[in-house]
């Protein structure tokens, strides 16, 4: 299965809505993951069942979608979320990775 | 608190092998499914490798499958990759990760990572 990830590069003004798509290439049901990977840092598991937020993330995060088409909004930008968001599915084996989008503020 | 601390990186020469491991701790370790997942340089995420919690089960992405065995040790916590005939395109930063949910699911917890370089 490939995952898709829009824009590959994102640019967003502080306290203004992001939003990034991930498509897959077959339909994944809501198999799908998001992590968020800072600079230097490991990835961090963000939103797994395309929707639910995990634990330690506010609520301005949010995941929606099923089947191939999926979209990670974060509803007001802080600098904090500066970071590179991968999509994965976990439908079945082997697992794969989208190629990232590269959120930055503008 | 759940940690993954991998070891074992290292620079190796092309054809060579390097064994990393992953020391669990924090969760209980024979209940889950662990994972290895790289990063080359710049580069986007790559799943590797995935054991079941009693070592039942394994998968392996087509890119490593022959050359790398991942297995685990319950009694010490420890999850391991043996990276064999190893060549330059396998340099990257490896991951370690847990599998809270059931047989299809997300990577949980994730290390820091250990590097591994090829080259001559």
């Known amino acids: 299965i490939i995952m898709t990830q829009s824009p590959a590069s994102l640019s967003v003004s502080p306290g203004e809505r992001a939003t990034l798509s991930c498509r897959a290439s077959q339909n994944i049901a809501s198999n799908l993951a998001w992590y968020q990977q800072k600079p230097g840092q490991a990835p961090r598991l963000l939103i797994y069942g395309a929707s639910t937020r995990a634990t330690g993330f506010p609520a301005r995060f949010s995941g929606s979608g099923s089947g191939t088409q999926f979209t990670l909004t974060i509803s007001s930008l802080q600098s904090e979320d500066v970071a590179i968001y991968y999509c994965q599915h976990y439908n079945n084996w082997p697992y794969t990775f989208g190629q990232g989008t590269k959120l930055e503020i503008e | 608190e759940v940690e993954l601390l991998e070891s074992g990186g290292g620079i190796v020469q092309p054809g060579g092998s390097l064994r990393l491991s992953c020391a669990a701790s924090?969760?209980?370790?024979?209940?889950?499914?662990m994972t290895w997942v790289r990063q080359a340089p710049g580069k986007g995420l790559e799943w590797v490798s995935v054991i079941s919690a009693t070592s039942g089960t394994t998968y392996y992405a087509d890119s490593v499958k022959g050359r790398f065995t991942i297995s685990r040790d319950n009694s010490k916590n420890t999850l391991y990759l043996q990276m064999n005939s190893l060549r330059a395109e396998d340099t990257a930063r490896y991951f370690c990760a847990n599998k809270v949910g059931g047989i299809h699911s997300s990577f949980d917890y994730w290390g820091r990572g250990t590097l591994v370089t090829v080259s001559s």
């Open positions: 924090g969760f209980t370790f024979t209940n889950y499914a």
